[in-house]
C-alpha cells in the first residue's frame, strides 16, 4: 500500500524544510560591569588624592622629564640594557646548547650555571661584581695583562656582568625550551642528508625555535629595561642613579620618581611595540600572525554562530 502522506502535491516525495538559523544569545555577565565600575572608581580615587596634595609640585615633572640629567640616564639605560640583554641572549644560546649535550662534563656546568645565577638575587650578584676586587685584588693574564681589580672594575662593567651573566640563566632555558619543541625527526632528517650537529642546529633547529624563544625574549627584555635600575647600588647612571642625584640638590623626590616612571613607559612602550612586529614576523603562516586590534575586534564581534537565512 503506497503512503501518500509522503508525497507532495505532484506525487513526488515532499521537500525536508530547512532548519532555522542558530542565533547566539550571549549571557550576561553583570559581575563584570559591577567589577568594572569598582576599578575606574578606585582609579578616580587614587588620582583624585595624589592630583590635591599639596606635598607634591605637579608643575615640575616636565621640566625634570627634559633635565640634562634625566635625559642622559635615559641614554644609560638604554645602553646598559641593550648591551646586558645581548651578553645574555649569547650566554643562554651557549649554555642552552651545553645543557643539551650528551657529554655529561658539559651539560653539568651549563646546569650549575643555570642553577647558581637563577638561584641568587641580580642586586646580590651585581653587588658580588663591584667588590670583586676583595677577592682577587689584580686582574693577571700571565704574559699579557694585568691591572688593578678596581680600574677592571667599572660601574659599568660591574653592571654589565651583574645583568648579563643573570639575564643568560633564564635565556638558556627559554632557549633549550625553544629547541625541544622542535620535532626530533627534523633533526633524524637532516643527519640523513649528511648535516653534522652545528649546521643542524643553525639551519634546522634555531630557525624554527625562534617562534617559541622570541616573544618570552622580548618579555625579558623589557623586563631588562626596568631591572637596570638595580645598576644604582653599582654607582652607575643610569635614570634611577640620575633622579638620587637630582632628589639630594632639590629635594624633588616624588616629582622625579614620576619623571623617570615616565620615561620607563616610553622605553618599555616602544621596546613592546617593536616585539610585536618581531614576533608577527617568526609567526607567518599562523593565526597568530593577526595584528592586535585584528584581534582585539574578533574578541568583541565574534562571528555569528549557524548559517545565516538564505
Same mark, same amino acid.
Given at each position: 500500500?503506497?503512503? !501518500?502522506?509522503?508525497?507532495?502535491? !505532484? ?10 538559523? $542558530? ?53 644609560? !639605560? ?32 651549563? /646546569? ?39 680600574? $677592571? ?34 633533526? %633524524? ?6 648535516? %653534522? ?14 617562534? &617559541? ?39 624633588? $623626590? ?15 612602550? &616602544? ?11 617568526? /609567526?607567518?603562516? !599562523? ?24
Amino acid at each position: 500500500m503506497t503512503d !501518500t502522506a509522503s508525497r507532495g502535491p !505532484t506525487g513526488g516525495p515532499s521537500a525536508v524544510p530547512e532548519p532555522e538559523a $542558530v542565533k547566539a544569545i550571549p549571557v550576561r555577565n553583570y559581575g563584570r560591569w559591577v567589577a568594572a565600575v569598582l576599578a575606574v572608581g578606585l582609579f578616580a580615587v587614587v588620582v583624585t588624592a595624589f592630583g590635591r596634595s599639596d606635598q607634591i609640585t605637579w608643575e615640575a615633572v616636565p621640566s625634570l622629564l627634559t633635565r640634562d640629567t634625566i635625559l642622559l640616564g635615559a641614554g644609560y !639605560t638604554l645602553l646598559i640594557s641593550v648591551t646586558a640583554m645581548v651578553l645574555g641572549i649569547v650566554l643562554g644560546v651557549v649554555a642552552a646548547v651545553m645543557r643539551l649535550s650528551p657529554n655529561p662534563v658539559t651539560s653539568s656546568i651549563a /646546569a650549575f650555571y643555570v642553577w647558581f645565577f637563577r638561584g641568587t638575587p641580580v642586586l646580590v650578584q651585581l653587588l658580588l661584581w663591584y667588590n670583586l676586587s676583595l677577592a682577587f685584588p689584580t686582574l693577571t693574564i700571565p704574559g699579557i695583562y694585568s691591572a688593578d681589580m678596581n680600574a $677592571v672594575m667599572t660601574p659599568f662593567v660591574a653592571a654589565l656582568l651583574g645583568l648579563g651573566i643573570n639575564e643568560g640563566a633564564y635565556m638558556a632555558e627559554i632557549v633549550r625550551a625553544g629547541i625541544l619543541s622542535i620535532d626530533p625527526g627534523q633533526v %633524524d632528517a637532516a643527519n640523513a642528508l649528511g648535516m %653534522d650537529g652545528r649546521l643542524t642546529m643553525r639551519r634546522i633547529v634555531l630557525p624554527q625555535a625562534m617562534r &617559541v624563544i622570541i616573544p618570552p625574549t622580548g618579555n625579558e627584555y623589557i623586563n631588562m629595561l626596568k631591572t637596570s635600575s638595580l645598576a644604582s647600588v653599582v654607582q652607575f647612571p643610569e635614570l634611577l642613579k640620575a633622579h638620587d642625584n637630582i632628589a639630594a640638590g632639590s629635594l624633588a $623626590v616624588f616629582e622625579g620618581l614620576m619623571a623617570i616612571s615616565i620615561w620607563y613607559l616610553v622605553l618599555t612602550t &616602544v621596546f613592546s611595540i617593536g616585539q610585536h612586529f618581531l614576533e608577527r614576523r617568526f /609567526a607567518r603562516g !599562523t593565526d597568530r600572525r593577526r595584528t592586535l586590534i585584528e584581534r582585539l575586534l574578533a574578541n568583541i564581534a565574534p562571528k555569528r554562530v549557524g548559517a545565516q537565512t538564505r
